[in-house]
DNA sequence: TTCCTTGCAAACGATTTGCATTGGA
DNA sequence: TCCAATGCAAATCGTTTGCAAGGAA
């Protein structure tokens, strides 16, 4: 059982959710991951036994109970990966070729700067922000 | 007849591509929202006169000779903006709470060091940067 | 036992498409 | 004129839900 398996489990139990077989295929699939995942991809790499509305079903108390988030793609696909307590902040780098969606951890100085130019901007519009997301679209390494 | 829909005939006449009623119809209204429209709320605001598979159908053609530009939100909802060519480039603030999606300019600056930090990103990670998105999450003012 | 969870199949809602008709250059 | 564009209805596809069966506390 690895460390983000243990956390959710936790985070069930104070839940009083069960962590079942199921929901824990989606967690390791999704930890295994390096971006986010949709349901038909999960479905494919966890394989047909569990059928789809299962994995609709544990993607939706897993983002209820903040295990994981969506993030909304071309062609009103929703993928979900694992929320930023459990794998860390980072934006994404988006492939216009091939649709990959990869995670990119920026360097904390950079980081820094986004986190306080997104700052300013609240207040420069009447606006609490609350999360933000740079999302770069442009050709991957395979793409080039 | 407004600069815009004058643009945006002289791009389509380029393509030999007719700028008819309805399609004139879904340029204006998107030139007087103050963010992207979905297609039922283009439906909504055009009248029903026009079909949705009408609305569609021009939102694909206007995408495809870079006209408008797709964003896609929750429930799998894709909600299309004029180009950056016509509207200029901006960045979006979402609230979580209503749902709604507005435009924000960055003053010049703030966008210089955001450009300059995908490049950084671009370079640091082999991916090569077209087009960048900061999705700003959190209350609007309506919604504080 | 008592709920929560799962499977299956049917239902849904956003978007797409086939085909006959209409309309603009 | 003549092909592109439109309307309508049916089809798709991702996702959700009702209901009966299975499973954990």
Redesign the pocket.
């Known amino acids: 059982m690895t460390t983000t398996d243990r956390e959710v489990e936790n985070r069930l139990q104070q839940h009083q959710?069960?962590y079942?077989?199921?929901?824990r295929a989606v967690i390791n699939s999704l930890a295994g991951a390096p971006g986010p995942r949709?349901?038909?991809e999960l479905h494919a790499e966890i394989g047909t036994?569990?059928?789809?509305?299962?994995l609709?079903?544990?993607l939706?108390?897993l983002e209820e109970f903040g295990v994981v988030q969506p993030h909304f793609g071309a062609?009103?696909?929703?993928r979900y990966e694992l929320a930023e307590w459990l794998k860390g902040h980072h934006h994404h780098l988006i492939c216009i070729n091939c649709g990959s969606v990869d995670d990119i951890e920026l360097p904390h100085p950079i980081e820094q700067q986004v986190r306080a130019l997104v700052g300013d901007i609240g207040s420069m519009a009447s606006f609490m922000p609350i999360n933000h997301a740079l999302e770069i679209e442009g050709r991957c390494g395979s793409c080039l």
């Not at 079942?20 to 929901?23: E, M, V």
């Not at 062609?75 to 929703?78: N, V």
């Open positions: 959710v069960r079942t077989t199921g929901r949709s349901a038909a036994s569990v059928p789809l509305s299962s609709y079903r544990s939706t108390v062609k009103g696909i929703t």
